[in-house]
Nanobody
Framework: QVQPVESGGGLVQSGGSLRLSCAVS????????MGWYRQAPGKQRDMVAE?????RTNYADSVKGRFTISRDKNTVYLQMNSLKHEDTAVYYC???????????WGQGTLVTVSS
């Protein structure tokens, strides 16, 4: 069973940095799509960054130039710089793989940016 497990969330001041990690166990296919979504209170869950084919990356416009997604084997990272109060959310890691693109989600890690 695929299980993403996030770590690295916490409280940071505006302008600061955090690095999120997500270790995924149980991957059955090579180079699955992996990435991060986030959900702020009262809002929908939105894509933040994704990495496909091991190297192709895509970012939400709101984080371009500030966030960087990377991957090392079965762990995906999200380096977040120049954090803003509006980046405050629960960040969810996901892994998408297989012939029907099954998506597995982590439990989420809270990032709070104080203004």
């Amino acid at each position: 069973q695929v299980q993403p497990v996030e770590s690295g969330g916490g409280l940071v001041q505006s302008g600061g940095s955090l690095r999120l990690s997500c270790a995924v166990s149980g991957i059955g296919y090579s180079l699955p799509e992996m990435g991060w979504y986030r959900q702020a209170p009262g809002k929908q869950r939105d894509m933040v960054a994704e990495i496909t084919g091991g190297t192709r990356t895509n970012y939400a416009d709101s984080v371009k130039g500030r966030f960087t997604i990377s991957r090392d084997k079965n762990t995906v990272y999200l380096q977040m710089n120049s954090l803003k109060h509006e980046d405050t959310a629960v960040y969810y890691c996901y892994c998408r793989q297989g012939p029907i693109m099954t998506t597995d989600w982590g439990q989420g890690t809270l990032v709070t940016v104080s203004s």
